[in-house]
């Protein structure tokens, strides 16, 4: 895990900086343990589970942590169950359990849509739900899917918790509100009735990061859509949603019509950049085409069967 990068081809990269720092490593096996690290090594102590996002980045020195803190045996964090109207998820949920979850799966088919298309098999079934959200990655899948269902955080320290609202979680790419001795400990979801969601997503091959990538949901009663969520990923979008497509699309009956303006002001309010995946103009274009796809989705499956 630890060891060199392979010699052959490293365009230049020194073999030095292919490797992590030195860093201490602890075990905590309760939540109470890992409090009392956190506090013992403080802000140069990094927590790890899965190591998917963390390693790489230790590997060519953008992050160094001085210890990590392996939270792996904290099976009191892993659970996915209702309860209070809401579907609460722990931070240790591996991808893969999610993906599968009859529970999950019931009330927002999302989750699997999402997470089938997140890396590969071996990252799902080692990779976290509180994982992806605190790496903070601007093209990471579960921040999209989370905003689009408007889904609240629960951080805990050592003498308390509290609960923020995904919208305010993120503060910018790889950085969240979770303090130096604070860890995610679970994230939840409202329980709704009539209420319909799917993930779409563009990549250059399959369990890569996504060109672009849209999450939706919405909520109908009545004939009108009285709640919209739209989170998108990779396309710099602030707090991975899209408040503007979103409000247009409320107290509305659903239409093509309607769709296809959300769609372009998703389009319009994100912004992404040129790079080695595609220019601007091909990225809002993903965009619109993803966010008319998911919303269609999402509306199909919101609305009564022969509706």
Same mark, same amino acid.
């Given at each position: 895990?630890?060891?060199?990068?392979?010699?052959?081809?490293?365009?230049?990269?020194?073999?030095?900086?292919?490797?992590?720092?030195?860093?201490?490593?602890?075990?905590?096996?309760?939540?109470?343990?890992?409090?009392?690290?956190?506090?013992?090594?403080?802000?140069?102590?990094?927590?790890?589970?899965?190591?998917?996002?963390?390693?790489?980045?230790?590997?060519?020195?953008?992050?160094?942590?001085?210890?990590?803190?392996?939270?792996?045996?904290?099976?009191?964090?892993?659970?996915?169950?209702?309860?209070?109207? *809401?579907?609460? /998820? #722990?931070?240790?949920?591996?991808? @893969?359990?999610?993906? +599968?979850? &009859?529970? =999950?799966?019931?009330?927002?088919?999302?989750?699997?849509?999402?997470?089938?298309?997140?890396?590969?098999?071996?990252?799902?079934?080692?990779?976290?739900?509180?994982?992806?959200?605190?790496?903070?990655?601007?093209?990471?899948?579960?921040?999209?899917?989370?905003?689009?269902?408007?889904?609240?955080?629960?951080?805990?320290?050592?003498?308390?918790?509290?609960?923020?609202?995904?919208?305010?979680?993120?503060?910018?790419?790889?950085?969240?509100?979770?303090?130096?001795?604070?860890?995610?400990?679970?994230?939840?979801?409202?329980?709704?009735?009539?209420?319909?969601?799917?993930?779409?997503?563009?990549?250059?091959?399959?369990?890569?990061?996504?060109?672009?990538?849209?999450?939706?949901?919405?909520?109908?009663?009545?004939?009108?859509?009285? *709640?919209?969520? /739209? #989170?998108?990923?990779?396309?710099? @979008?602030?707090?991975? +949603?899209? &408040?503007? =497509?979103?409000?247009?699309?409320?107290?509305?009956?659903?239409?093509?019509?309607?769709?296809?303006?959300?769609?372009?002001?998703?389009?319009?309010?994100?912004?992404?950049?040129?790079?080695?995946?595609?220019?601007?103009?091909?990225?809002?274009?993903?965009?619109?085409?993803?966010?008319?796809?998911?919303?269609?989705?999402?509306?199909?499956?919101?609305?009564?069967?022969?509706?």
């Amino acid at each position: 895990m630890f060891g060199p990068a392979p010699l052959a081809r490293t365009w230049g990269v020194k073999l030095n900086m292919q490797v992590p720092a030195p860093v201490e490593y602890e075990r905590a096996t309760s939540l109470t343990e890992v409090f009392d690290l956190l506090e013992r090594y403080g802000p140069e102590s990094r927590v790890i589970a899965g190591g998917h996002s963390l390693l790489p980045m230790m590997k060519i020195r953008l992050a160094r942590p001085e210890v990590l803190i392996d939270i792996n045996d904290l099976t009191e964090l892993d659970y996915i169950r209702i309860d209070g109207g *809401e579907l609460r /998820i #722990g931070a240790m949920v591996r991808h @893969a359990t999610l993906m +599968s979850s &009859p529970l =999950a799966g019931e009330y927002y088919p999302i989750f699997a849509e999402a997470e089938a298309v997140i890396a590969d098999p071996i990252v799902r079934n080692r990779g976290t739900v509180g994982g992806s959200l605190c790496q903070a990655d601007p093209a990471e899948d579960l921040s999209a899917v989370f905003a689009a269902l408007k889904a609240t955080v629960v951080i805990s320290g050592k003498s308390s918790s509290r609960t923020v609202p995904i919208s305010e979680f993120h503060t910018g790419p790889y950085t969240t509100v979770v303090g130096p001795e604070e860890i995610l400990t679970e994230v939840r979801v409202h329980l709704r009735a009539n209420a319909g969601s799917a993930y779409e997503k563009v990549e250059r091959r399959l369990g890569d990061w996504a060109i672009a990538a849209v999450g939706a949901m919405v909520r109908i009663e009545g004939g009108l859509i009285v *709640e919209a969520g /739209i #989170g998108l990923a990779a396309v710099r @979008a602030e707090h991975y +949603s899209a &408040p503007e =497509a979103e409000q247009i699309l409320v107290g509305s009956a659903p239409s093509d019509e309607l769709v296809e303006r959300a769609a372009s002001l998703a389009g319009e309010h994100c912004n992404p950049s040129a790079d080695q995946r595609g220019p601007v103009d091909y990225k809002r274009h993903l965009v619109k085409e993803l966010t008319t796809r998911a919303l269609k989705r999402s509306i199909s499956r919101a609305l009564p069967e022969g509706a």
